[in-house]
């Protein structure tokens, strides 16, 4: 897809008013026209410029970006055939001073992982909807630039589906991140 192409699709959603914040609830994020770089299947993520953080992102999967106010949210997923039908799996990344835990309503459980050379936790649990259940996870990542002016900015990155193959392969993703000045 061309950066043309990506920039017309963007501008689509925008003005059909998809909005992430919407969906997470948030009231204080208007969407606006802008793209990611991606080159040979790594997404480049940051609006203020280097540094980036780096993610592998597969073929076959879209980033839809928006820039809050102060924050910056990206959704990954797969694209699909059918319009009408959900993706499996989707995968949220927050960029800013000031996320919101999600609330559990079942268990909760710790996945040990390890990103960029550091022990994390994944917090995972599931909700029950009336097609089943959704399984969650999510962490809260601090010092992720550890050396720049956005030192203190927090990445807080969630999966969530119903189908554990795709949670898999979009927690990969989230294990491919690395940043670049």
């Given at each position: 897809m061309?950066l043309?192409?990506?920039?017309?699709?963007?501008?689509?959603?925008?003005?059909?008013?998809?909005?992430?914040?919407?969906m997470?609830?948030c009231?204080?994020?208007t969407?606006?026209?802008?793209?990611?770089?991606?080159?040979?299947g790594?997404?480049?993520?940051?609006y203020w410029?280097?540094?980036?953080?780096?993610?592998?992102?597969?073929?076959?999967?879209?980033?839809?970006?928006?820039?809050?106010?102060?924050?910056?949210?990206?959704?990954f997923?797969?694209?699909?055939?059918?319009?009408?039908?959900?993706?499996?799996?989707?995968?949220?990344?927050?960029?800013?001073?000031?996320?919101?835990?999600f609330?559990?309503?079942?268990?909760?459980?710790?996945?040990?992982?390890v990103?960029?050379?550091s022990?994390r936790?994944?917090?995972?649990?599931?909700?029950?909807?009336?097609?089943?259940f959704?399984?969650v996870?999510e962490?809260?990542l601090?010092?992720v630039?550890?050396t720049?002016?956005?030192a203190?900015?927090?990445?807080?990155?969630?999966i969530?589906?119903?189908?554990?193959?795709?949670?898999?392969?979009?927690?990969?993703?989230?294990?491919?991140?690395?940043?670049?000045?």
């Amino acid at each position: 897809m061309t950066l043309s192409e990506m920039k017309m699709k963007i501008t689509v959603l925008v003005l059909l008013g998809l909005s992430v914040g919407a969906m997470l609830g948030c009231t204080t994020m208007t969407p606006t026209e802008t793209t990611v770089q991606r080159r040979h299947g790594v997404a480049y993520l940051n609006y203020w410029g280097p540094p980036y953080l780096l993610i592998r992102v597969p073929d076959g999967y879209r980033i839809s970006p928006r820039k809050g106010p102060d924050f910056d949210v990206y959704r990954f997923s797969r694209i699909m055939a059918d319009t009408n039908t959900p993706p499996p799996a989707t995968m949220g990344l927050y960029i800013g001073d000031h996320p919101q835990r999600f609330e559990a309503t079942h268990e909760v459980s710790d996945v040990p992982f390890v990103l960029l050379g550091s022990n994390r936790t994944w917090r995972c649990y599931s909700v029950s909807t009336p097609k089943g259940f959704t399984y969650v996870r999510e962490s809260y990542l601090a010092k992720v630039f550890p050396t720049s002016q956005e030192a203190g900015l927090i990445v807080h990155v969630w999966i969530n589906g119903a189908d554990t193959n795709e949670i898999a392969v979009l927690s990969r993703m989230v294990e491919s991140i690395h940043v670049k000045n």
